[in-house]
Every structure is written in C-alpha cells, then in structure tokens.
DNA sequence: CTGAAAGCGCTTACAG
DNA sequence: CTGAAAGCGCTTACAG
C-alpha cells in the first residue's frame, strides 16, 4: 500500500480510502490510485486491516464438525458455505472426532486466528470454556446438537421423535422385536436422543427393548449386527440410529441374505439407498436446512442482533422404500 | 498482552518472550508471566502475531475443491486436515462449482487473509493468476487435476490407464457396445482424460465409440442413460466416468430393471457399492493418498524445499464385484 | 536475561 | 476532499 501510495502520488489514507470504497474522493485521485493498484498487482491484507478496523471482523468463520468427510456432515457444510460466501465470509473447516480434547483446542485455533464467529457440532464435554470466547464477541451457534454449560443457540434435528416414529411404523406392520443399534449415546447425543425415542414409543407399546452395544462407524455396526443375527434373540426389525449404522447394517443383513426377511428403518439418509435390494426406508435429517440455519443466525448475531437465544429444531419425516415396510418373519 | 504485561509487572517483551517458548527468560519471571496469562485468560491474538512475525506464517491453509459435499472430494479433504494438524495449521475450505471465476475470488480472499498456502484442484480457466500469488510466497499444490499455464506441484489419479482398464475389462468379458457416460470434458479435466482412455482402448480393439452427450450430476445421469436404453442403439455395457454419473447409472439401470443384463464399471468408488444388487465394480480412487500427499509436499514447500516442481501420478486399481462381469446378452 | 523502541500493513480520528 | 500522525496487538533487533 506504502508502494501504491508513492507511485499515485498520494498519502496512505487516500489509498486506504479507495480500497475501502469510500464516497468522499475525488475522482481524479481515485483514477490514479486505481491505476497504481493495477500496475503493482497490489492486494490488501485483509489481516492487518482487521486488526486496526473499529469492529475488528475477520471476513472469517469456524465450523467444527464430527467428521468433515462423513455425508450428512459434509452436506451441513456446503450449506453453510453457501450462506458465508453470500456474506463475503471464508470458512475454516475441523473434524473434532467426538473428542472433547481435540473440540477445544480446534475452537482455540480459530479464535486465535480471528474468527468472527464459529458453528459448532459441539462434543460430550463441558462447553463453559466457550463463555470466555463469547464475552470476547465470538459469535456461536450450535448445530446438530446442544451445547452442555453454555446457553446459545442451537438447531438441531428431531431426533426423539424420529426414532420414536420409526419404531411406530415397524409396529404398525406388527414387529414386536425391534432391535437398537447406534452410537455411543454417553459420547453423542444425538445418539442418546435416538435411543430415548426407541425406548419411548417401544414403552408405549409395552414391548421389550432390545438394546445392541453401542458401535462406532460401518464396520462395528456390521459385525455387531452379524452377531445379532446368528443369536438366539433375532429381532424381527432393526432401527438403526445413524448413517453409518445403517450402511453397515445392509452390509450385515445382506451377508447373512436377511435382506428381504428382516425389516430396517435407518436415522439419516444414505446415498444410494433407494437402489439398494430392497429400498432402505429412512428418517430422513435436512443437513442443508441445518446447515443453512445455523449460519443464518450466526450471521444474524455477527451483525450485533441481540435477541434471547433461539433453539429450532428440524422436523425428521419418515421416507418408506421397502425395507421398513417388510413385515414380521 | 499489555494488560498481562502490566500485571506481571515486566515489559511486553519478555511477556511475548514467555508466550513463544523462548529459550532465555528467567524461571521466576516466566512463572509471573503464565500466572497472569491464567489469571486475565490471555489469549495471544495470532493474527497480530503473524503481522509482525520475519517469516509472516498464519499457520492457515486453503483448500479448494470442487465441491466440499462430494464424497471424494470431502474424503480429500479429511486427509488434507489430518496433514494439516499434526502441523499445527487450521484449513479454509471451499467449492469451486468447477466455475474458473469463482476459483479466482475464492483463490484471492484466501491469499487476502494470508494463508501459507493453498491446495486447488483447479477449474478449465487459465491459472497465470496465480503467478503472482507464487512469486509472493504463496506455496500450491494441484490435486486431483493439473493447471494450466503455470508450472507447480501436482498430484493425480491415473485417470487415463485406469478408464482405458476398465474398458479392457468389459471388452475381455466379450463386450463390444460399450457406452461411456461423463462429466463435460472441456470444463473437468478428469472427464477428459477418461473420456481419452475410453478412446484409446476402444480403438485399440477396433470398437465403435458411443459417447453419450455430457452431464453433470445423477439427475442428469440418470436421464441420459434412460434415455440411452429404450434408444436403438442399446448397449451391453456402460462405463460411467465419475461417481455421482455412477449413482445416476444405477438409477437408471435399476428403473429399466436391466441392472442384471447390462454390465456397469465406474470411476471413482460409491458408497455401498458392495451392497447393491448386482454389487458395482469400479475402478478406484485412492482420495486419502491424493489428499495426503498433496498436504505433504505443500508443507515440503512452506518449509521452504527448492526442488523441480514433481507430478505424482496414484494408481487407480480396477475392483470387480459383479456389475463389470456381466457378459453380454 | 530484560526492556525501550521501532515497525509489520493497515485504518481512523483529527486538522486543515 | 486530503494528509500527517497515532495506533491495532504483536515481534524483533538493539542496548544494556
């Protein structure tokens, strides 16, 4: 900028005033400066503007993910790209892995860096370590899950009445065994969510649960269900409480040829699910409209709105393909 | 700082000195320093910090993909960020849409915001741009696709050899008609270059060419291939050149209820691919080795390696599981 | 080993 | 409308 400044012919301010797109320059000075700043291949720092502007903002987000790669995730984020990029807003991305620790410090990183604010699929541990953030201005919203000791806003999925709805379809078609296999519900909560619902509407039916071990990814969730199927206590439906649960619970099904025998509802779409053999019936979660949401009111507090926090929850409707609609043995 | 400073009673200096991990401060003065940090809940504003730092590192990188919501690209992008934390660097992450302008403002706001480098697999557009940004300092890596008009690192699938393998599978099962569906080719380099491996084993076996008019996404996949099987000109065998063309064929296949009589080979692996009826065979993409690698040898060159610029080239190994090994009707 | 001072690239009152 | 000067939060020679 010094550069710019000494080939048009003029101070630090006026070029800074041209960057800026401020309405009181001459036009003549402008033209000049312009002309510089293309000569010169000049591009500002966005950094060092930040650092002295009034509202210090960042152009900046964070968004903390479980997984960056996992599909429902990664759908999250697009949207959420899609909303900053509207608002000239670049987005750091981190997978936390369910890992208090690893959250932590990732929200750490991205403080340090500047953020303007921070979307967060937030994991089991305490979050009171965030108000220090908050009090600074860093602007939060929670997705896919609540935070635990702070109170932000939040948008999360129905995810007790999803399960709970997919447990009143396999009973309308007469299962009474209806087998439970998710993740690990004291580390996620969405899982513990899902497993609430399952235990609901089963009570409300008074039919046993039939809870697996919790898994973790495709592979465990396979092998679990494996071993389900070979028991003594075969369910005759499963409800499985996450995407990669379900995937893993076709692959198991599929092994064991049960496919066609045994019924499966899953909690999150899959892709491909409709052109698997048969079709895999889902609760269906809207990762865009979280995604969006939670960046809309994200946005909504960067810009200083200062309204009580807000907590949406988005509506999880059952899609039935075939699988969920396979009746009891 | 200054507050920290004022509380330890030493100079901002010696706070700064404390903060970096210098080796030569006092014991005690370091303890005072830390109990103060603690004390007021100091957090070092990094982005200051690299303003005035010799080498102006922001600990930041950019990755610039396609679309983060793509499997492939998001499997990409996981092991961008596994690379990137062991170095201590947090990633900006964004979606091209494969538009060449977009690439350009995306590529400038993260230059803008000082990142250390940036990972692009980049769009058909012209990237002396970049020249610039290289001369500067910037550190690039091209993944998935090289660039044009500038010479850098980069790192790709053998996108050629591994559809002309996939042709020469179908052909050794005794096919002849074998239809090629695929992303646009003057704007995908991958298409192109899988499209040209088409070509050549094609010809090297004296077969006719049938290449469907080019789409983008599964929507439109499906709709060609449709549109291609209750035509004249019906082939035994497909091979779809991406993986949301993959998903679309199997739509298509599984609506015309031909999946068993007409055989399948895709680019790049689906989710469930194994579990689809016939189970689909690909020819793989090793995602995690293109993304870890590229991550590598961009931090090789933050580092500040000097070395001719390499073009890692990743197998991509053919897996057959039922689909390619359909025979002709 | 520690501090006072300069300065990174910008923006912003303050004069004029 | 424009410029000189101060300062954002930090690091880094330079003295001592």
Known sequence: MKEVAAVAGVSLATVSRVVNGAPDVAPALAERVNDAIRMLGYRRDLTASMLRRADRASATIGLLLEDVANPFFSALHRSVEDVARTRGHLVFAGSSDEDPRRERELVESLVARGVDGVIIAPTSGDHGYLLRDRDAGVAMVFVDRPPRYIDADSIVSDNQGGAARAVEH??????????????????????????????????????????????????????????????????????????????GAVLALRDAGLQHSIALVGFDDVTLADALEPPVSVVAQDAAALGRQAAEILFARIDGEDRPTQHVVVPTPLIARGSGEIPPG
């Open 170 to 247: 396999l009973v309308s078609s007469g299962h009474r065994r209806i087998a439970f296999v998710g993740d690990r519900p004291e580390l996620v909560y969405t899982a513990a969510e899902r497993l609430r619902g399952y235990r609901r509407a089963m009570q409300e039916h008074g039919l046993e649960e039939l809870v697996l071990p919790p898994v973790a990814g495709p592979e465990q969730a396979r092998a679990a269900i494996a071993d389900l199927l070979t028991g003594a206590e075969k369910p005759t439906a499963l409800f499985t409480a996450q995407n990669l649960v379900t995937i």
